[in-house]
């Protein structure tokens, strides 16, 4: 289905079991990391672009990297919760290349995966839930070094259970987009390469041999937007983790990612995410 190469390549973030009391209700959240969730009982939503979804018991549930969403909960809820980000690597990955369902039904083979991956992780619970509290940038950070002091047979059998898991969406998931050229992949391939230089057009024509205008033409007809609308993106994607990662100003950030008019970088960052940088900074959470 995916005609690249693929690349998967998981870390634990958090997981932890949580019972709330209509206590579950944030808004506007978007993070640099995926949000699979089993249900163990009561009832909750949440408010995605699709639409609104409810979550019940007996399934899981996914909220992929860089989705905007929010949470209603006006009862008793219980769920375990798994957060895992994806390295960043210049392969393409199933999470950028898919949708993938937001709900799928549990078997019992999940809940004893999900109930084994606390139990060999049992330190990795959120201590706070508010977003107006939580510290993500220290938090994101301790928690990826956590892997890192990990027994390596724990690191395989974490790394097993997320794949497990993920791989319960793969079956109903569809193409983002399915690039026929090779030449396409090539550039795409070089975009993800170089999002912290400046890409120009006829950069990327050259890879294609192409004219400029017949490389956008073909890129449009391919990717569904122009070159610079997908470099954008990526661009801001990466800064939406270097925003949660690395502890640097907002202005580095953007110089890092080639943008030497910061007013540019945050009104292209609040076009995409919703947010300016210093809101995304501060209300995204974990």
Same mark, same amino acid.
């Given at each position: 289905m995916v005609r690249e190469k693929e690349s998967l390549s998981l870390i634990l973030l958090s997981i932890g079991h949580a019972i709330h009391h209509a206590d579950w209700n944030w808004t506007n959240v978007s993070s640099p990391f995926t949000r699979l969730y089993w249900v163990e009982d009561g009832s909750a939503k949440v408010i995605l672009p699709s639409g609104v979804y409810t979550l019940t018991p007996n399934?899981?549930?996914?909220?992929?990297?860089?989705?905007?969403?929010?949470?209603?909960?006006?009862?008793?809820?219980s769920l375990y919760y798994v957060h895992v980000y994806?390295?960043?690597?210049?392969?393409?990955?199933?999470?950028?290349?898919?949708? =993938?369902?937001? @709900?799928?039904?549990? !078997? &019992?083979?999940?809940?004893?995966?999900? $109930?084994?991956?606390?139990?060999?992780?049992?330190?990795?619970a959120l201590k706070l839930y508010d977003p107006s509290l939580y510290d993500n940038s220290q938090t994101l950070l301790r928690n990826i070094s956590e892997n890192q002091h990990l027994p390596h047979y724990l690191i395989i059998e974490t790394k097993g259970i997320l794949l497990q898991l993920f791989s319960r969406f793969l079956k109903t998931a569809e193409l983002k987009?399915?690039?026929?050229?090779?030449?396409?992949?090539?550039?795409?391939?070089?975009?993800?390469?170089?999002?912290?230089?400046?890409?120009?057009?006829?950069?990327?024509?050259?890879?294609?041999?192409?004219?400029?205008d017949h490389f956008i033409k073909l =890129?449009?007809? @391919?990717?569904?937007? !122009? &070159?610079?609308?997908?470099?954008?993106? $990526?661009?801001?994607?990466?800064?939406q983790v270097m925003l949660i990662i690395d502890d640097l100003p907002i202005k580095?950030?953007?110089?890092?990612?080639?943008?030497?008019?910061?007013?540019?970088?945050?009104?292209?960052?609040?076009?995409?995410?919703?947010?300016?940088?210093?809101?995304?900074?501060?209300?995204?959470?974990?």
């Open positions: 399934h899981l549930y996914m909220i992929p990297a860089f989705t905007l969403h929010s949470y209603l909960c006006d009862g008793y809820f994806e390295e960043q690597t210049e392969a393409f990955s199933y999470i950028e290349q898919l949708n =993938f369902p937001f @709900e799928v039904e549990s !078997t &019992p083979t999940d809940v004893l995966l999900v $109930k084994r991956l606390l139990e060999i992780n049992p330190n990795r987009i399915e690039v026929t050229d090779n030449r396409l992949l090539k550039v795409l391939r070089y975009i993800r390469k170089n999002l912290n230089k400046p890409i120009s057009i006829r950069q990327l024509s050259d890879i294609c041999f192409l004219t400029d =890129f449009k007809k @391919e990717i569904h937007c !122009t &070159p610079v609308q997908y470099i954008n993106q $990526k661009k801001i994607e990466k800064a580095e950030i953007a110089y890092h990612l080639s943008f030497n008019n910061i007013s540019y970088f945050n009104k292209l960052f609040k076009s995409v995410t919703g947010f300016t940088p210093g809101e995304y900074k501060r209300n995204s959470y974990v």
